[in-house]
Every structure is written in structure tokens, then in C-alpha cells.
T-cell receptor, first 115, second 107 residues
Framework: EAEVAQSPRYKITEKSQAVAFWCDPISGHATLYWYRQILGQGPELLVQFQDESVVDDSQLPKDRFSAERLKGVDSTLKIQPAELGDSAMYLC?????????????FGPGTRLTVL | KNEVEQSPQNLTAQEGEFITINCSYSVGISALHWLQQHPGGGIVSLFMLSSGKKKHGRLIATINIQEKHSSLHITASHPRDSAVYICAVHNTDKLIFGTGTRLQVFP
């Protein structure tokens, strides 16, 4: 069964360091989402891609976060420099198209701890 | 006030009990998801529904569009059902998530 892949699964870093997360969506899924989930809360959308284009990055802290999906397939989310408050689960999801009705499939997430 | 609210926040049950988790929303939606998240794990989609009722094994999801309310039921609960259950609604092209209900089922 096709799955969304993410790596690494866990990342521990010190504040002010740079971190990067990788996501490979289900083959053929044009829409890719990056979410941040703070412990005890629901996921919050950081950025949404349609193919290689950013559709929504209104909640992405652009002073330190960046995301790219250069060839419209896999994607990288980067944080530089990391801050203590960035400790969270970072989830990637994909769906077949940017239509509101389409089901999103989630990856296993990357749990980031910033010391 | 959150646009998607779930109740209860935490729930404990004995194995075999019937479980109900509720979700209320205040925005217009095209569909509603029920998601399951195990400790340290990713999120698995259980149901996506826009009307009526869906059943999968011991899980049943219902939605009342007029009342803006959905319920997730688990019949004959089992310890392996222990997880966080999240309600999420499709609003325009976004998913809006509830904060989740943490369920623990004891043997």
C-alpha cells in the first residue's frame, strides 16, 4: 500500500542550529502539506504545495522556516535557526489534488526536540 | 472559540465498553475527517464523510450537517483502540483540526 514517507523520524538539536525534514508523498499526489503539531494540540498547517508551487504559506514563520518542492514530488522543510518553541511533531500529508473534498494521507511525522 | 471542538478531551474506558467521541464545528464544511493518532506515530484517516453514517469494523461515524455535529463510536472497545482521535473539517481547501480526544482503554 502506498504511503507518505518522512525522515528522519526523530531529531534532537540545539537551539540556533539548522534542521531539515524530508517528505516523499504518495506517487501521483499533486498536493503536499506540511503541518506542525505541538503536544496536546491539533495539527496546524505550515505550507501547502500544488505541484511545485506554494498555494498557502500564510502560517509559515518565514524568518526562520523555508519549504521547497523543486520538482513537484518530494519536499524539504528547513528551520534555521531552530528555537526552543519549535519542538513539535512535523507532519507531511499528500492528496490527489487541491480540491477540498480529497482525502489527505499522512506520513509518520518527524518529532523535533530543540534543547 | 475554536472552530472545531471535541469532547471529551480525555476518556478512559474498560475493555468492551461502548465509546462515543463528539465533534462540533462552527464553519461551513465540504467534508469531515475522523483521524487516529497513536503515541509517537503518524496520523491514520479513519473516515471521511459529508453526510449520514459510515461503518468500518467496530467503528461508526455519523454526521448531522444541520446541527454541525459529528460523532465517532467504538463498539466493544479494546486496549489497542487507545490513541488520540482527531476530528478535522474541510473548509475551502484547508483542513481545520480539533485538539483531539485522548482515549485509554484498560483490560
Amino acid at each position: 500500500e502506498a504511503e507518505v514517507a518522512q525522515s528522519p523520524r526523530y531529531k534532537i538539536t540545539e537551539k540556533s542550529q539548522a534542521v531539515a525534514f524530508w517528505c516523499d508523498p504518495i506517487s501521483g499526489h499533486a498536493t503536499l502539506y506540511w503541518y506542525r503539531q505541538i503536544l496536546g494540540q491539533g495539527p496546524e498547517l505550515l505550507v501547502q504545495f500544488q505541484d511545485e508551487s506554494v498555494v498557502d504559506d500564510s502560517q509559515l514563520p518565514k524568518d526562520r522556516f523555508s519549504a521547497e518542492r523543486l520538482k513537484g514530488v518530494d519536499s524539504t522543510l528547513k528551520i534555521q535557526p531552530a528555537e526552543l518553541g519549535d519542538s513539535a511533531m512535523y507532519l507531511c500529508a499528500s492528496s490527489q489534488a487541491g480540491v477540498s473534498y480529497n482525502e489527505q494521507f499522512f506520513g509518520p511525522g518527524t518529532r523535533l526536540t530543540v534543547l | 472559540k475554536n472552530e472545531v471542538e471535541q469532547s471529551p478531551q480525555n476518556l478512559t474506558a474498560q475493555e468492551g465498553e461502548f465509546i462515543t467521541i463528539n465533534c462540533s464545528y462552527s464553519v461551513g464544511i465540504s467534508a469531515l475527517h475522523w483521524l487516529q493518532q497513536h503515541p509517537g506515530g503518524g496520523i491514520v484517516s479513519l473516515f471521511m464523510l459529508s453526510s449520514g453514517k459510515k461503518k468500518h469494523g467496530r467503528l461508526i461515524a455519523t454526521i448531522n450537517i444541520q446541527e454541525k455535529h459529528s460523532s465517532l463510536h467504538i463498539t466493544a472497545s479494546h486496549p489497542r483502540d487507545s490513541a488520540v482521535y482527531i476530528c478535522a473539517v474541510h473548509n475551502t481547501d484547508k483542513l481545520i483540526f480539533g485538539t483531539g480526544t485522548r482515549l485509554q482503554v484498560f483490560p
